[in-house]
């Protein structure tokens, strides 16, 4: 495998800067938005299905779904 370019590697870099500079609590508003999202979620999705959820950040959302399996992905 050849390395990577400097401006991939440039790229990743400025992406890991921003992450790692991510709040890591959540604000109330935040916090608030995610219970709502969740709710209706809980309606619409079954107890027994699996669920993906694809930029899960910290699982926050994901933890609060009543489904069967749950898998989150994030950088």
Not at 1 to 23: E, G, W
Not at 45 to 70: D, F, Y
Request: net charge positive; aromatic share 8%.
């Amino acid at each position: 495998m050849s390395a990577i370019s400097a401006v991939t590697a440039k790229h990743l870099q400025h992406l890991r800067s921003f992450y790692d500079a991510a709040p890591v609590e959540l604000n109330w508003a935040a916090r608030c938005y995610r219970d709502v999202l969740a709710h209706y979620y809980n309606l619409l999705i079954p107890s027994t299905a699996s669920v993906l959820e694809i930029g899960c950040g910290s699982g926050g959302l994901l933890s609060r779904i009543n489904a069967a399996r749950k898998v989150g992905v994030d950088i």
